[in-house]
């Protein structure tokens, strides 16, 4: 398996490599997690443990293969989406994936990997890329918005989300993040992108009209990671509890 450079395997996938039975394939398997060859990281999920710490598009490559085995259904999202798509730089040692399962945290190789519950109503949005010679799951650019503005402690905070949203401003389809707001049904959401992408002229009008119509009456925070302080923007039901200053910082990197 590994010089076909499937790092990541179940027992299914080795009884298909080796044609023997699950109880051999269980000791065989203990004792390569015993010399060190592979290690078990959860029940029927193992890891063929390199013979040097991989780095750069590897790591990378190996990273996104394990989050994809560790726990389905789940989708690559969030911080981790953000950095794939090359909107932000921001290092973390951390794999950020969605699930419709109990949250979960697991670590292999020292590399961490969380994943966040959502409603089976915000689990959408992805789609199949190739990684190496495997296909995992990733959520689609507007998605990956979307779910970043919803969970903004897991992509950094709103001024990492912010420079995601202006570097992706060109890139995607506009419409496509407005449907998905409403389908994902958080109205904070929409304010939170809504207020960032007039002020910095991101969006079309009519994406910017439509997004006003469809926000509720309640205040948000722009950032709910922080104290709930800052003045009320009435027309975004908003409370920018950052200041302009911090919100513009990573224009001048």
Request: hydrophobic share 40%; with cysteine.
């Amino acid at each position: 398996m590994a010089a076909d450079r499937k790092t990541v395997f179940t027992l299914r996938d080795a009884q298909a490599v080796f044609e023997k039975g699950y109880g051999y394939l269980r000791f065989l398997l203990h004792s390569l997690a015993r010399k060190g060859w592979v290690e078990r990281v959860k029940q029927g999920v193992y890891v063929i443990v390199p013979l040097e710490v991989p780095s750069g598009a590897a790591y990378t490559e190996e990273a996104f293969l394990i989050a994809a085995r560790l726990l389905e259904p789940s989708y690559l999202s969030y911080g981790t989406a953000l950095t794939h798509y090359r909107w932000t730089e921001q290092p973390s040692a951390v794999i950020y994936s969605a699930t419709t399962k109990p949250t979960r945290r697991f670590e292999v190789h020292g590399v961490g990997y969380y994943y966040a519950r959502v409603t089976s109503r915000k689990f959408f949005g992805y789609r199949e890329q190739w990684v190496g010679a495997t296909q995992v799951k990733i959520a689609e650019r507007e998605k990956a918005l979307i779910d970043a503005f919803d969970r903004l402690d897991l992509c950094g905070g709103v001024v990492e989300a912010f420079k995601s949203l202006a570097a992706a401003s060109k890139e995607i389809n506009w419409e496509t993040l407005l449907e998905y707001g409403l389908r994902a049904s958080n109205r904070s959401v929409l304010k939170r992108i809504g207020y960032l992408a007039e002020r910095d002229g991101l969006a079309p009008s009519l994406v910017l009209r439509t997004l006003q119509k469809e926000i509720s009456r309640a205040y948000a925070l722009l950032d709910p990671g922080r104290m709930p302080t800052g003045r009320i923007l009435e027309r975004w039901k908003l409370r920018v509890n950052i200041s302009d200053r911090e919100l513009d910082g990573w224009k001048g990197a």
